[in-house]
């Protein structure tokens, strides 16, 4: 239990649909993030969020949109998504970027497969 | 940039065997973090350690155990006594802090597979 809770765990989806991936974070942070990890390739960095705001896009496509209510939650909304989209996302929480003591926590992933 | 490398990409060992996960990284910067985390089946990846650019010393922490060589830019990881609950993947990274820029650069990744 990393204190970093991510659902759903599994998704299949359609090409043409809408679905959200959810990440809560029990840990007092203030930086989320969110990374894909596809087979055979290091992780990816997609977003990060420093005290609700987004610091970073990794040159990430509009078809993912990620939304920061607060400081515990983080969602990553998915449309019209590309079969190469499949893979796993995996949510992490940190104290501030920049900070010393920076470790990153992460939740199991959701395993998203697009059809 | 940053690197991390990973070379081997997966390794298999025989229980109670020890095994050593290699890591070398490449950083201009003088003052970083280097991290080990482990990813079992269920996803999560795990953190192992961190370790600061200023500290050499050794560190072990049960049947884990970890080599940081600045000569060789290295950052090696050995468990000991290897167990079939340590099949997972493992991956080493990296970080130079530069504020809200920090960013995690990870290797590969390492799949260690433990038979009883």
């Known amino acids: 239990e990393t204190g970093v809770t991510q659902t759903p765990r599994h998704l299949v989806m359609g090409m043409t649909n809408k679905k959200s991936l959810k990440c809560e974070q029990h840990?007092?942070?203030?930086?989320m993030y969110w990374y894909k990890q596809s087979a055979k390739k290091p992780l990816e960095l997609m977003f990060v969020?420093?005290?609700?705001?987004?610091?970073e896009n990794n040159s990430v496509p509009s078809r993912f949109s990620p939304e920061c209510p607060n400081s515990s939650h983080l969602f990553l909304h998915l449309h019209t998504l590309q079969p190469e989209d499949s893979a796993l996302y995996l949510c992490?929480?940190?104290?501030?970027?920049?900070?010393?003591?920076?470790?990153?926590?992460f939740g199991a992933g959701t395993r998203l497969s697009v059809l | 940039a940053q690197k991390v490398t990973q070379a081997q990409t997966e390794i298999s060992v025989v229980e109670k065997e020890d095994v050593t996960l290699d890591c070398v990284y490449e950083?201009?910067?003088?003052?970083?973090?280097l991290f080990w985390y482990k990813q079992p089946p269920s996803g999560e990846l795990v953190f192992l350690i961190r370790?600061?650019?200023?500290?050499?010393q050794n560190e072990i922490s049960g049947r884990y155990s970890w080599n940081f060589q600045k000569s060789t830019s290295s950052f090696n990881f050995t468990i000991t006594a290897s167990q079939v609950v340590d099949s997972a993947v493992y991956f080493c990274?990296?970080?130079?802090?530069?504020?809200?820029?920090?960013?995690?650069?990870f290797g590969k990744g390492i799949t260690l597979s433990v038979r009883p």
């Open positions: 969020y420093n005290f609700k705001e987004q610091t």
């Open positions: 840990l007092g942070h203030n930086a």
């Open positions: 990274a990296l970080i130079v802090l530069r504020g809200a820029n920090s960013k995690l650069t």
């Open positions: 370790r600061n650019s200023f500290d050499e």
């Open positions: 950083t201009r910067d003088t003052t970083y973090y």
């Open positions: 992490a929480s940190s104290q501030e970027p920049g900070r010393v003591k920076n470790i990153q926590y």
